[in-house]
């Protein structure tokens, strides 16, 4: 009898890549809702959650073997882990303790989660793996990408009987660094791979955004969300006005922002954002100790093939990052991403699976 409602081969997971075994590992909870990760970028590769009728489906988006993320030829960060450094790094470089460092440019003149070779494309130690929750542990070594400092990073996932799937990141470093980690799966309520999100109703408790230039690096300050396309302070139909006339949104091809939470006590777990798919009933909420979250609402897909067939087409997914600031290492009047030697870096993203009438 079928126990499980994962549809990959788990042997299609089973490699070993620069000295490590790479797997694939199954959670789950009482209530049914069940997912599959990899220790290679501890990639989300399915989560089922169930409908208002109780029908579960995958939500997430991506691939059905290992070698389609190793040897990706599109989008690369499905369901991933982000490192060293979450977003944006203008001009590719930054200044710590009066050194420039330079880091991978592989996002126009800019560099873009991590490099050519983040924590993404990492095969991550496991630690401890049981039904509920995925111990996982990365070194990165001093100059791994450009980035000072060997980096070690605890990350644990797990999936109780309240359907919160909690990210639980730790890191310490034996020098001073920048660290900004989150997480990369695609949501789509529906179910991953049919129709958009332009139908999901997003609510963000923000009440500013860092605007972009056209390369999308943050430009001065933080600006008030009122009066924009970007304003989620109430509950608003994420297609209704993404193809607005905003210069904001000509310029990230859609949602492709970082909101600035509002956080009344800092690293306090605080709601963040919710998601409402109406059809299905099914709604996903986010809460994290963050100070931001980027919004991106799947602008460049381009027809990504998937799993089982299905076709990644535009806007046919969100990601709920929660985060830093982009370019935070070139901002000093941004919240710090500064990790000092002996200081420990914390972040938790919780995400809530509930359905709704």
Known sequence: MKTSLSKV???????????????LFILKNKNGIEMSVTNFGGRVVELFTPDKNGEFVDIVLGKETLDEYVNFKDERFLGATIGRFG???ANS???LNGTVYNVPVNDGKNSLHGGFNGFDMKVWDVVEATETKLHLRLISPDGDEGYPAELTVDMIYSLNDANEFDITYTATSDADTHVNLTHHSFFNLHGAGVGDINDHVMQINADKYTPIDDTLIPEGEPASVEGTPLDFRKPTV??????SDFIQLKRGNGYDHNWVLNKTTPN???FAAEVFEPVSGRVLSVYTTEPAMQFYGGNFFTGTPGKWGAIYNRRASLALETQHYPDSPNRPDFPSTLLRKGETYKHICKYVFSVRK
């Not at 997971?13 to 075994?21: E, R, S, Y």
């Open 9 to 23: 081969n788990p042997a299609d997971f089973d490699a070993v890549i620069d000295g490590k075994k790479v797997g």
């Open 87 to 89: 977003n944006r790094i």
């Open 93 to 95: 470089q930054f200044t």
């Open 238 to 243: 994420i297609g209704e006005r993404v193809d």
């Open 268 to 270: 306090a777990l605080e």
